[in-house]
DNA sequence: CTGAAAGCGCTAACAC
DNA sequence: GTGTTAGCGCTTTCAG
């Protein structure tokens, strides 16, 4: 095809190749045009941004002259791919809509965000086989770190994990079985215990714990399953796991009630999963004309927004997600910069706090 | 230095300058070894990757084994440099906190991830400032597009959008003004209009507004605005806008309550911004012995979990955050492939709806 | 303190 | 259908 025929911007020479090919996007302002327009080297820029005060002051100057002229913005990929390593963090939760989950994304975004790290987010929706295709996807970015939550993934997502040679630190659990890399979070069965003990030192003995999705949320079955061993340790009897199919919501915590009330008569306490599902409960007990804590006493998990000014007030266990957030990014930072953190130090404890209010 | 002294690798030429550098992570697998791997060149992999017919079905054979004996990870910060554009989408929300919003998120990350797109998250907390520095460093990535909430922006970040020629598509909001590029959300003058006539339509003549941070929330004070005036526009007395200083929970809600029952005696019914303040003050009611709806009509908006559940049931206006995650993410599907969208499809309003259950 | 040079791993023309 | 060749925009030795 002939080109003479184009205008040619006049004197723009052919040598070296095309002419500046203008992409779908024009051009955008790089750091050699910085360069030039302050009369200095594309690597003195470089530097310049890096560590404003290793170039001398003069072209320090003209340098930041230039920047501010041409309103550069500096290209992230193109300095991950020459620094062999982005500055992204990939974090990888069941749910976002999950207020847990929510909060240590937030605290985590804000921390990192202090660093210059960015957090590249993916839900899982509690699959593992989705977790794994996204650990596939979160790598491909040579991420500066990737966060996971629990401690449970695929065979194939830990060796992913392991070989990628990436700090990964798993969050939201401890306990279950060792960490890939590092972990921040506390232990589940201690949870459901500290709620055992609870409802045991106001002399309850017909308990039950009520949750929902069990068999796919593994920390709250973890709940669960401390809840009921503790209750027996104390040779209470052993109080019935009651579990509902949908996600936790308020009208979940409803409906276990009602067959709570159906199946289970006598009964004095009930441990939910989390305090959405205890808020249903609290809800369908003042339908049916059962009072809390006197007929029924029920503990939360979670410590929502609503819990502390519910009728009644809900007794419930805080699990921090804020703290979580704020301890992994210290982890990442601490694993960015220079080698991994020493070993006791790859683990942190965040525990739980039981809040006693007036529901049981 | 002299480095006769190291034991060499045998014979490896110093030639071509540098052995094979070992940076901080051991080498990656990459294209390179996987061409040699199953004897094509690189370029052919990369077709391979793209379009796997369109390589001869033995190469294909052969890439294939050797991606997975090598297990290839791509790398796409490589990728996207070389394509001149990420395969990423940042998002930019106020608070990933807000049920409101993790909800889009969701919604969203869930439809591009089906695309191969990466979400990034920042979350501005209502500030305009940080919204910018966050919008700097999502353009730093060289984004497929960018996703804002609210159509309000600095000057300077309104700016940099426009010069970016990245797509950009604003959520949450319609109306007050002309999108940067493209928007898919409602408008929030029309909510409060909707509540207001809602009861007038019952007859309750003295109103109230209760909001959190209306201040910094924008679409919160719309929402008041256009109470307010619908209010007055069918001749009722105008209502009071009632403020919390701190974010919108139930116990704000409660607060609330408390204040209006001080202050304006004879209120019949109260407008709230969200569901969780409406919460609060269903709870704060219980306390005090005012029955909803019979002394005091309330409406909220979002219809959150725990709305249908509650007692009473939460009369409430729905915004679709899911919906407006799908739109989104078809409007960057779109907007990815080849051009833009046709003027008439960039602003998809989804509209609300009103879901009248027993509060009022 | 500054600049030249050599890629990072991949994509995209463009030949063959 | 497949290989060659140029970079994408930046970081990073390494000289000077």
Redesign the pocket.
């Given at each position: 095809m002939d080109r003479s025929a184009i205008k040619s911007d006049a004197a723009e020479p052919e040598v070296?190749?095309?002419v500046?090919?203008q992409?779908r996007k024009m051009?955008?302002?790089?750091?050699?045009?910085?360069?030039n327009r302050a009369?200095?080297?594309?690597?003195?820029?470089?530097?310049?941004?890096?560590r404003p005060?290793?170039?001398?002051p003069?072209?320090?100057q003209e340098i930041a002259q230039a920047l501010e002229a041409l309103g550069?913005?500096?290209?992230?990929?193109?300095?991950g791919?020459?620094?062999?390593g982005s500055r992204v963090v990939s974090v990888i939760v069941p749910s976002i809509r999950n207020a847990f989950f929510a909060e240590t994304v937030a605290s985590l975004q804000t921390e990192l965000a202090a660093e210059g790290l960015q957090v590249m987010l993916g839900h899982s929706e509690y699959s593992e086989t989705d977790e794994e295709a996204l650990i596939r996807t979160a790598l491909a970015w040579a991420p500066a770190a990737i966060v996971l939550t629990g401690l449970s993934h695929s065979i194939a997502a830990r060796k992913l994990l392991t070989s990628a040679g990436v700090p990964v630190v798993e969050m939201w659990e401890l306990g279950a079985q060792a960490p890939v890399d590092m972990a921040v979070g506390f232990s589940h069965t201690a949870v459901g215990a500290t709620a055992a003990r609870h409802f045991a030192q106001q002399g309850f003995t017909r308990l039950a714990f009520l949750g929902a999705r069990l068999s796919q949320d593994r920390r709250a079955a973890a709940r669960a399953e401390g809840f009921v061993a503790e209750a027996v340790r104390l040779g209470l009897p052993e109080p019935q796991i009651i579990n509902h199919p949908a996600p936790a919501t308020a009208e979940a915590g409803a409906q276990l009630l009602g067959r709570v009330q159906a199946n289970l008569p006598g009964l004095q306490a009930v441990a939910c999963s989390n305090d959405l599902i205890a808020l249903g409960v609290l809800f369908e007990c003042q339908r049916r004309g059962v009072t809390v804590p006197g007929d029924l006493a029920v503990i939360g998990f979670g410590d929502l927004s609503f819990s502390s000014t519910s009728n009644p007030p809900l007794t419930t266990i805080r699990p921090s997600g804020d703290l979580i957030g704020r301890e992994v990014a210290r982890l990442i930072k601490a694993s960015a910069h220079g080698e991994r953190p020493p070993e006791a130090e790859r683990i942190v404890d965040t525990g739980h706090l039981l809040v006693e209010r007036k529901s049981g």
């Open positions: 070296g190749g095309r500046r090919r992409r051009q955008r302002v790089t750091m050699m045009d910085v360069a009369g200095v080297s594309s690597s003195t820029v470089s530097l310049y941004l890096r005060d290793a170039v001398s003069a072209a320090g550069y913005v500096p290209n992230l990929v193109a300095g791919l020459a620094a062999a």
